[in-house]
């Protein structure tokens, strides 16, 4: 009889979402979803639901450091996304952990604006996206939204994304994912940008109001497919279909009163 074999293990250091959508539940779905295995840092618990954010409990950074250490001291961890990190000494602590090349293939999702137009995040832990965690981070995935906040430049089409990327490449990370999907047009055009080579994915745009949760699902699943060993463009465009796949399979539900969550596990097409 074949033992099977030991997946691989990330780790992802966000926020928990009372609702199901984003956080660290759609973390722990999509790494589940995308093969490996999911283990968490909860750095704030939020009250909120498909219509915002009602209430925002922010972890100790003692707390925070002792769930790292202990996920670290037991697991093989092979890759790491964080999300809402809520304060700077909760972004000191990724900082600490990453400078000590504790946290592998880094990927950092600068949370700031939920997908109801709530902000999650104070000037502070701006400034350290822009200062220091983007020096530490693999990848950086800010949507249009963050990339505005971090950047300070307006972005309105394709062009203007490109000028951001580069922008946001001069802060430290080694690669921009920078999302488009809050653009308008028929495609969903994201730009992948390392210091010298441009790349676009793209994917048809789906017309549903459920894509709450979109960028931790989109991270999540590029952290988990480097943890599977993918190269940053093999695990951006594997998480971008994923996610695109995500998003077609819940655009007719009808979960909460507003933007709803996504297909995580792939329903749709099993229910046919």
Request: proline share 4%; glycine share 10%; with cysteine.
């Amino acid at each position: 009889m074949a033992i099977p074999r030991t997946p691989p293990v990330a780790l992802t250091i966000a926020g928990s979402d009372s609702g199901g959508g984003a956080g660290i539940q759609a973390d722990i779905k999509s790494f589940a979803a995308n093969g490996v295995f999911g283990t968490t840092a909860i750095t704030a618990i939020t009250a909120q639901n498909t219509k915002g954010v009602s209430a925002i409990s922010l972890t100790s950074p003692e707390m925070l450091v002792a769930q790292i250490e202990a996920v670290l001291d037991d697991f093989q961890v092979r890759a790491v996304k964080t999300g809402m990190l809520g304060s700077a000494e909760l972004a000191d602590v990724v900082e600490s952990f990453a400078l000590k090349g504790e946290l592998p293939l880094l990927v950092v999702d600068p949370v700031m604006i939920s997908a109801s137009g709530d902000r999650l995040s104070e000037q502070e832990v701006v400034a350290a996206y822009r200062d220091r965690l983007a020096k530490v981070a693999l990848v950086i995935t800010p949507n249009v939204f963050e990339a505005q906040v971090l950047t300070g430049m307006q972005i309105e089409d394709l062009q203007d994304m490109v000028a951001s990327a580069k922008i946001l490449h001069s802060f430290g990370s080694q690669y921009v994912y920078l999302k488009g999907g809050h653009l308008e047009g028929s495609d969903s055009i994201d730009v992948l940008f390392d210091g010298s080579n441009l790349s676009y994915l793209r994917a048809r745009r789906i017309n549903t109001p459920n894509v709450h949760g979109t960028g931790c699902t989109f991270s999540s699943a590029l952290a988990a497919h480097l943890a599977r060993g993918r190269t940053v463009e093999e695990a951006a465009q594997a998480a971008k279909i994923y996610t695109s796949r995500a998003i077609a399979g819940s655009a007719g539900w009808g979960l909460g009163h507003g933007p709803g969550p996504l297909d995580h596990l792939n329903w749709a097409e099993k229910q046919h």
